[in-house]
């Protein structure tokens, strides 16, 4: 006899995806079915980015996970030694304990389970029907989880195997390592190889990941040379299961992720990161939001249609959305990774954070978040918003890594540290609400801002000589020059009067960065950065209509928030922590960044490493530095009358100088310098 | 009449303009810039404003200022081209990293591209508009080159995209900021538009078939193939190369000049000269046939008298 389950919701594939969208629609009170037959995989480990756990913690099914925790990712791009990646949280845990658990969730939530092959659902007016078992489904919204499609757009097809091994040191890192190109020949495609230990001592499970035609046996034989190339912990692998092979397909756009009113979810939509294989987290985030955009509209399903494609447009930006590209833009990715490895200049390391972490990386800063009043944050936020949106939109298509750079994984982007604030808040200070254009301009300032960091840091040191493209000089100059002619577009599109002021600071901090890298210069490390902060206070004042009083206290805000963001810089690095320009200590030093040698002639970082007396004066130094700067930033606010904008302005600096602020108990500053593992440290 | 002024007196006026505004930027970024204002350049672009201006009756000193800015446009582009492709010598001087340092040079190539926003935003909100426009296109344009280094599969209408934002695109804003100063009517703009952006491409193709031999204008040769850009002739050849030979030869790591009459030789046998040729001639063509659709007369058959002495010794 057949049953008949009338639902909400049919979800279609019982992978993660699917398990988490039936978790989180029956958590918002929908009938969500959850059917589709077990792929029968042999078990492996896999990774579970920050980005994954949090997915995973906000539909209440991080406990069943069973995941490690694990104290770092070590990154071996190209054929350098490894880094360890700062301040990336990561976990690990087995797949099939996985998929259970987030079965029992949806279950528990109140979702049905059906396990079994799903026959191909058919919609009659209005309602999909599909049948497994001996129960038919009915529903008027229909999800999609099932998997990679075997065929894809063949830029973004490719192939992904993962296999556990044994006789395996590695116990408290996952391992991810993307070699250097073979030749210069751009047909060449990557591979990438992970690693991530096992549940039991001695055991990992060994993955890899390449676009293009590709044999399993041999992409593992791959990975394996990989990892035993110069690391002795992987010398000794051995297999101990058997192989799992899946389809690699990361064709992701928004667009293409309703088809015909079907909700497509994490691999079927395509969300794999090109480079690492990893969609786990994209998996997670992407079932969320299309369990939501249902919950939103749950007697539409073409307003949840909507509404999923767009928060996938708000939420995934960097891949391949454009195919006439793909291929050369990848291509061009991969090896500007694998040329800036060593390099710890601020550009390089946030580009890779944001291409190969689904965590992305937030602008100007890291994870420091300024606390605002609701009414502010309500202010604030649309404004921020339609700012990225601009942003996004003007680099999208044509450098989409960049894209990721701007909003990838971001939480809580009205809370940021971003030069977008001050001249928002500038903009307010003469009294009048900020006209919602002025988000274009804001979106100019935030990407010349990124495309300055570009041309204002150090300079990466030239390739060895040779026939091939020096990618690191040339990446530096191509992203710089992409990113401030844009920005420039956009300003004279949007604001022609602020054109020519525009220019002139892109030529003011040109010359002040001359100045600083010239052996006879006297300029002083903080003008650039006072320089940076110092325009959007400016024209934010300007085109606000504030008074000139209240434009040279926001000038002069903007200059002394410069100053104090580099002295917290240098403090963070000092600390071995994690800054907001991802820049290390010797970086700093040896690209002129820091002003710690103005006051202190001859310091270098071996001698600041190894001398607690020149470190702790260094230290001192720029704490005292950053308070200055920081108490000059609130006496100049005296002069700014607007309560709102002076309140966002005071905890847009406050956040800015928090890393100095006087050690508290819980604070990372506890620890003693001394004691702190130098997180740029090589690894292996 | 103010468009009377021989030109030699308007290449004057811009290369006077331009050191005037090298003079105004700081000191430590000012040096590579005077350095290439010196070097022998031709004025092709400017050059070219000023013609598409005198189909109306431009002001003659913003006519030089303007031409002062196409041309820093240019230069700006070839400071940071030089970093990235590690030329040695421009215009017959060592390119400006080699002398002052990457950073410096980059620095100076960024402060030039500002002083290129800044004279455009003096001119007016339209001139600022184009400018950004066409200098964002030229970015992008940059990307695309360096991207497709040493891909021997590279499709045609990829290169010929590449040649449109890279070379063509500031041609095209020349005749655009010629026909707003001349107050030129919809159509002569947009013939005049057109007619660029088929002179830059024409331009750009004749120029790639120069990389394979000497052609007496002294620019040294090869150097477009050593870094792996290959241009039509090479393109339209490496498709009818059947037996990889020249694909083999063009990436060899060794490949260098003295590799270059081989190279030459493969892509005359494979027809890639040849195709080429047909190729500008016919990017020749669509700009011949934007210049027949504006009014008969001077400004028209200057115009043409300086195409084919741009066609004729690319810069």
Same mark, same amino acid.
């Given at each position: 006899?057949?049953?008949?389950?009338?639902?909400?919701?049919?979800?279609?594939?019982?992978?993660?995806?699917?398990?988490?969208?039936?978790?989180?629609?029956?958590?918002?009170?929908?009938?969500?079915?959850?059917?589709?037959?077990?792929?029968?995989?042999?078990?492996?480990?896999?990774?579970?980015?920050?980005?994954?756990?949090?997915?995973l913690?906000?539909?209440?099914?991080?406990?069943?996970?069973?995941?490690?925790?694990?104290?770092?990712?070590?990154?071996?791009?190209?054929?350098?030694?490894?880094?360890?990646?700062?301040?990336?949280?990561?976990?690990?845990?087995?797949?099939?304990?996985?998929?259970?658990?987030?079965?029992?969730?949806?279950?528990?939530?109140?979702?049905?389970?059906?396990?079994?092959?799903?026959s191909?659902?058919?919609?009659?007016?209005?309602?999909?029907?599909?049948?497994?078992?001996g129960?038919?489904?009915?529903?008027?919204?229909?999800?999609?989880?099932?998997?990679?499609?075997?065929?894809?757009?063949?830029?973004a097809?490719?192939?992904?195997?993962?296999?556990?091994?044994?006789?395996?040191?590695?116990?408290?890192?996952?391992?991810l390592?993307?070699?250097?190109?073979?030749?210069?020949?751009?047909?060449?495609?990557?591979?990438?190889?992970?690693?991530?230990?096992?549940? +039991?001592?001695?055991?990992?499970?060994?993955?890899?990941?390449?676009l293009?035609?590709?044999?399993p046996?041999?992409?593992?034989?791959?990975?394996?040379?990989?990892?035993?190339?110069?690391?002795?912990? $992987?010398?000794?692998?051995?297999?101990?299961?058997?192989?799992?092979?899946?389809?690699?397909?990361?064709?992701?756009?928004?667009?293409?992720?309703?088809?015909?009113?079907?909700?497509?979810?994490?691999?079927?939509?395509?969300?794999?990161?090109?480079?690492?294989?990893?969609?786990?987290?994209?998996?997670?985030?992407?079932?969320?939001?299309?369990?939501?955009a249902?919950?939103?509209?749950?007697?539409?399903?073409?307003?949840?249609?909507?509404?999923?494609?767009?928060?996938?447009?708000?939420?995934?930006?960097?891949?391949?959305?454009?195919?006439?590209?793909?291929?050369?833009?990848?291509?061009?990715?991969?090896?500007?990774?694998?040329?800036?490895?060593?390099?710890?200049?601020?550009?390089?390391?946030?580009?890779?954070?944001?291409?190969?972490?689904?965590?992305?990386?937030?602008?100007?800063?890291?994870?420091?978040?300024?606390?605002?009043?609701?009414?502010?944050?309500?202010?604030?936020?649309?404004?921020?918003?339609?700012?990225?949106?601009?942003?996004?939109?003007?680099?999208?298509?044509?450098?989409p890594?960049?894209?990721?750079?701007?909003?990838?994984?971001?939480?809580?982007?009205?809370?940021?540290?971003?030069?977008?604030?001050?001249?928002?808040?500038?903009?307010?200070?003469?009294?009048?609400?900020?006209?919602?254009?002025?988000?274009t301009?804001?979106?100019?300032?935030?990407?010349?801002?990124?495309?300055?960091?570009?041309?204002?840091?150090?300079?990466?040191?030239?390739?060895?000589?040779?026939?091939?493209?020096?990618?690191?000089?040339?990446? +530096?100059?191509?992203?710089?020059? $992409?990113?401030?002619?844009?920005?420039?577009?956009?300003?004279?599109?949007?604001?022609?009067?602020?054109?020519?002021?525009?220019?002139?600071?892109?030529?003011?901090?040109?010359?002040?960065?001359?100045?600083?890298?010239?052996?006879?210069?006297?300029?002083?490390?903080?003008?650039?950065?006072?320089?940076?902060?110092?325009?959007?206070?400016?024209?934010?004042?300007?085109?606000?209509?504030?008074?000139?009083?209240?434009?040279?206290?926001?000038r002069?805000?903007?200059?002394?928030?410069?100053?104090?963001?580099?002295?917290?810089?240098?403090?963070?690095?000092l600390?071995g922590?994690?800054?907001?320009?991802?820049?290390?200590?010797?970086?700093m030093?040896?690209?002129?960044?820091?002003?710690?040698?103005?006051?202190?002639?001859?310091?270098?970082?071996?001698?600041?490493?190894?001398?607690?007396?020149?470190?702790?004066?260094?230290?001192?130094?720029?704490?005292?530095?950053?308070?200055?700067?920081?108490?000059?930033?609130?006496?100049?606010?005296?002069n700014?009358?607007?309560?709102?904008?002076?309140?966002?302005?005071?905890?847009?600096?406050?956040?800015?100088?928090?890393?100095?602020?006087?050690?508290?108990?819980?604070g990372?500053?506890?620890?003693?310098p001394?004691?702190?593992?130098?997180?740029?440290?090589?690894?292996? | 009449?103010?468009?009377?002024?021989?030109?030699?007196?308007?290449?004057?006026?811009?290369?006077?303009?331009?050191?005037?505004?090298?003079?105004?930027?700081?000191?430590?970024?000012?040096?590579?810039?005077?350095?290439?204002?010196?070097?022998?350049?031709?004025?092709?672009?400017?050059?070219?404003?000023a013609?598409?201006?005198?189909?109306?009756?431009?002001?003659?000193?913003?006519?030089?200022?303007?031409?002062?800015v196409?041309?820093?446009?240019?230069?700006?582009?070839?400071?940071?081209?030089?970093?990235?492709?590690?030329?040695?010598?421009?215009? @017959?001087?060592?390119?400006?990293?080699?002398?002052?340092?990457?950073?410096?040079?980059?620095?100076?190539?960024?402060?030039?591209?500002?002083?290129?926003?800044?004279?455009? /935003?003096?001119?007016?909100?339209?001139?600022?508009?184009?400018?950004?426009?066409?200098?964002?296109?030229?970015?992008?344009?940059?990307l695309?080159?360096?991207?497709?280094?040493?891909?021997?599969?590279?499709?045609?209408?990829?290169?010929?995209?590449?040649?449109?934002?890279?070379?063509?695109?500031?041609?095209?804003?020349?005749?655009?900021?010629?026909?707003?100063? @001349?107050?030129? @009517?919809?159509?002569?703009?947009?013939?005049?538009?057109?007619?660029?952006?088929?002179?830059?491409?024409?331009?750009?193709?004749?120029?790639?078939?120069?990389?394979?031999?000497?052609?007496?204008?002294?620019?040294?040769?090869?150097?477009?193939?050593?870094?792996?850009?290959?241009?039509?002739?090479?393109?339209?050849?490496?498709?009818?190369?059947?037996?990889?030979?020249?694909?083999?030869?063009?990436?060899?790591?060794?490949?260098?000049?003295?590799?270059?009459?081989?190279?030459?030789?493969?892509?005359?046998d494979?027809? @890639?000269?040849?195709a080429?040729?047909?190729?500008?001639?016919?990017?020749?063509?669509?700009?011949?046939?934007?210049?027949?659709?504006?009014?008969?007369?001077d400004?028209?058959?200057?115009? /043409?008298?300086?195409?084919?002495?741009?066609l004729?010794?690319?810069?």
């Open positions: 006899m057949t049953v008949h389950l009338a639902a909400d919701v049919l979800v279609v594939g019982a992978g993660p995806a699917g398990a988490i969208a039936a978790a989180e629609l029956a958590r918002h009170g929908l009938r969500a079915v959850l059917a589709g037959q077990d792929d029968g995989r042999a078990d492996h480990d896999l990774v579970l980015s920050g980005a994954a756990l949090r997915g913690a906000s539909v209440g099914a991080l406990e069943e996970a069973g995941a490690r925790v694990v104290d770092a990712v070590e990154l071996r791009l190209g054929p350098g030694d490894g880094h360890v990646l700062p301040e990336a949280v990561s976990a690990v845990c087995g797949r099939r304990r996985l998929l259970d658990g987030l079965r029992r969730t949806a279950v528990t939530a109140g979702a049905t389970w059906l396990p079994g092959t799903v191909d659902p058919v919609r009659e007016e209005g309602v999909w029907h599909a049948s497994t078992g129960t038919t489904v009915s529903a008027r919204h229909l999800v999609l989880a099932t998997g990679a499609p075997p065929t894809g757009t063949s830029h097809t490719g192939l992904l195997c993962a296999r556990p091994y044994s006789g395996v040191d590695l116990t408290t890192s996952i391992v390592a993307l070699p250097a190109p073979r030749t210069i020949d751009p047909a060449e495609r990557p591979t990438c190889v992970w690693a991530v230990p096992g549940g +039991t001592a001695g055991t990992c499970t060994i993955g890899a990941s390449r293009g035609p590709a044999d046996d041999e992409l593992l034989q791959t990975a394996l040379t990989v990892l035993a190339g110069g690391d002795p912990r $992987f010398a000794a692998a051995v297999p101990t299961g058997p192989a799992v092979t899946g389809a690699l397909n990361s064709g992701f756009s928004p667009e293409r992720s309703v088809q015909d009113g079907r909700l497509l979810v994490g691999d079927a939509a395509g969300l794999v990161n090109p480079f690492t294989g990893e969609g786990l987290s994209y998996a997670v985030q992407s079932a969320v939001l299309a369990a939501r249902i919950a939103g509209h749950p007697g539409d399903a073409a307003a949840a249609g909507r509404a999923y494609t767009r928060r996938l447009s708000a939420t995934f930006v960097g891949y391949f959305e454009t195919a006439t590209h793909a291929a050369r833009r990848y291509h061009l990715a991969w090896r500007v990774l694998v040329a800036t490895a060593g390099d710890e200049r601020p550009v390089s390391a946030k580009v890779r954070r944001a291409v190969l972490t689904p965590e992305g990386f937030s602008g100007l800063t890291a994870a420091d978040l300024m606390p605002l009043p609701a009414a502010d944050v309500a202010l604030l936020g649309p404004f921020l918003l339609a700012c990225d949106e601009v942003a996004v939109r003007a680099v999208r298509a044509e450098w890594f960049i894209a990721r750079l701007l909003i990838a994984g971001e939480q809580a982007p009205h809370q940021r540290l971003r030069p977008a604030v001050p001249f928002f808040a500038a903009l307010l200070a003469g009294g009048n609400p900020p006209d919602a254009t002025m988000a301009l804001a979106a100019a300032i935030e990407l010349a801002t990124l495309g300055a960091l570009a041309f204002l840091g150090p300079m990466p040191s030239r390739a060895a000589p040779g026939r091939r493209v020096d990618w690191a000089v040339a990446s +530096t100059v191509l992203a710089g020059d $992409f990113l401030l002619a844009q920005a420039s577009r956009l300003v004279a599109a949007s604001a022609p009067e602020v054109s020519w002021s525009f220019a002139d600071w892109l030529g003011e901090l040109a010359a002040l960065r001359a100045a600083r890298i010239d052996p006879a210069g006297r300029s002083r490390a903080g003008e650039v950065f006072a320089a940076l902060l110092e325009f959007p206070s400016r024209i934010g004042a300007q085109l606000g209509g504030a008074s000139p009083e209240t434009v040279g206290a926001l002069s805000f903007g200059g002394h928030s410069g100053h104090a963001f580099l002295h917290a810089e240098e403090v963070l690095a600390r922590e994690r800054t907001r320009l991802d820049v290390t200590l010797p970086a030093l040896a690209g002129r960044l820091s002003a710690i040698p103005d006051d202190l002639p001859g310091i270098t970082g071996g001698l600041l490493a190894g001398d607690p007396g020149a470190r702790s004066e260094a230290m001192d130094l720029a704490a005292t530095g950053c308070e200055d700067a920081h108490r000059a930033a609130l006496a100049a606010l005296r700014v009358t607007h309560p709102v904008s002076a309140r966002i302005l005071r905890s847009f600096v406050a956040t800015l100088c928090a890393p100095c602020a006087p050690p508290s108990a819980a990372p500053a506890g620890t003693a001394a004691d702190r593992p130098d997180p740029s440290a090589p690894v292996s | 009449m103010t468009t009377t002024a021989p030109p030699g007196s308007f290449t004057a006026g811009v290369h006077d303009r331009l050191s005037r505004l090298a003079d105004d930027l700081p000191e430590l970024v000012r040096g590579p810039v005077r350095t290439l204002i010196a070097g022998p350049g031709k004025f092709a672009r400017p050059r070219l404003l013609a598409c201006a005198a189909f109306g009756t431009p002001d003659p000193g913003r006519l030089v200022r303007l031409g002062a196409v041309e820093l446009a240019h230069l700006a582009s070839l400071l940071h081209d030089d970093v990235i492709d590690e030329a040695r010598t421009r215009r @017959g001087a060592p390119a400006a990293h080699t002398a002052v340092g990457t950073e410096q040079a980059m620095l100076a190539g960024l402060a030039c591209f500002a002083l290129v926003g800044t004279e455009a /935003a003096d001119l007016g909100e339209g001139v600022a508009g184009a400018v950004s426009t066409a200098v964002a296109t030229l970015a992008y344009g940059e695309l080159d360096v991207e497709r280094a040493f891909d021997t599969a590279f499709p045609l209408p990829a290169y010929l995209e590449v040649v449109r934002c890279k070379t063509a695109e500031l041609f095209r804003l020349c005749c655009l900021l010629g026909a707003a100063e @001349g107050r030129c @009517g919809p159509g002569e703009t947009d013939a005049l538009v057109r007619f660029g952006a088929a002179l830059g491409v024409t331009f750009q193709i004749l120029d790639d078939c120069l990389d394979l031999s000497p052609s007496g204008s002294g620019k040294p040769i090869g150097t477009d193939h050593a870094l792996g850009l290959f241009g039509a002739p090479t393109l339209y050849a490496l498709r009818a190369d059947r037996g990889g030979e020249l694909a083999r030869l063009l990436l060899s790591p060794s490949f260098g000049v003295r590799d270059l009459p081989e190279a030459h030789a493969l892509i005359k494979r027809g @890639g000269l040849e080429a040729a047909r190729l500008a001639a016919d990017w020749h063509g669509q700009a011949l046939d934007a210049l027949r659709g504006l009014p008969a007369g400004p028209r058959d200057r115009l /043409a008298a300086l195409t084919t002495s741009l004729d010794v690319p810069s």
